[in-house]
């Protein structure tokens, strides 16, 4: 049993930058493989980044790399993404999530676990 509870969302202008959290409860955090995805209305849930126990151990989808970083403290059951260079087309609902094998994935029906989502908006 895990709880995922995602912070940090709100209104930013095109080429600022935003911090989202996740904080998660439940089952020990440490071991797990967290992941970053956001929806925008009327499109499918597109995978950002995923974040093994180490963490080095990170992959990320071609649209954010470079913009986007993926981290996490274990210490506080949290993970944390980074979003620099923010444009129009990065507005949607970002949700993190829980995968219950020690592998990265991208796909969504590999992570267990959801949070309810926090709204980014990008104006321009």
């Known amino acids: 049993q895990v709880q995922l509870v995602e912070s940090g969302g709100g209104l930013v202008q095109a080429g600022g930058s935003l911090r989202l959290s996740c904080a998660a409860s439940?089952?020990?955090?440490?071991?797990?493989?967290m992941g970053w995805f956001r929806q925008a209305p009327g499109k499918e849930r597109e995978f950002l980044a995923t974040?093994?126990?180490?963490?080095?151990?990170?992959y990320y989808a071609d649209s954010v790399k470079g913009r986007f970083t993926i981290s996490r403290d274990n210490a506080k059951n949290a993970v944390y993404l980074q979003m620099n260079s923010l444009k129009p087309e990065d507005t949607a609902v970002y949700y993190c999530?829980?995968?219950?094998?020690?592998?990265?994935?991208?796909?969504?029906?590999?992570?267990?676990?959801w949070g309810q989502g926090t709204q980014v908006t990008v104006s321009s």
């Open positions: 439940g089952r020990t955090f440490s071991v797990y493989v």
């Open positions: 974040i093994r126990r180490t963490a080095g151990n990170t």
């Open positions: 999530a829980l995968r219950l094998y020690d592998t990265n994935s991208y796909n969504r029906d590999e992570y267990a676990y």
